[in-house]
């Protein structure tokens, strides 16, 4: 199993959402920003990213994105 993305690899990809470089992506992340980067992680990393309504709503940041896509989907997929 891949390890999970870092924030500079969230940034990038959400570099692409507004064409914009890594040091314009706010750390605040909206419902579009969101979608972005699931849909990011799962053609990137070949994994369906199934979280439930409490941990969407708990992805407000790229700090909180890292973490709970670490914490939920990459070491779940580990198991």
Do not use: C, K, N
């Not at 419902?31 to 992805?59: F, K, N, P, T």
């Amino acid at each position: 199993m891949p390890a999970s993305p870092d924030r500079a690899e969230l940034l990038a990809m959400l570099t692409a959402l507004g064409d914009r470089s890594p040091e314009q992506v706010p750390e605040s992340i909206d419902s579009m920003a969101l979608a972005w980067l699931i849909h990011q992680v799962e053609e990137r990393y070949g994994l369906q990213v199934d979280l439930d309504d409490a941990e969407l709503a708990r992805i407000t940041s790229v700090t909180a994105a890292e973490q709970i896509l670490r914490e939920r989907v990459f070491e779940a997929a580990d198991d």
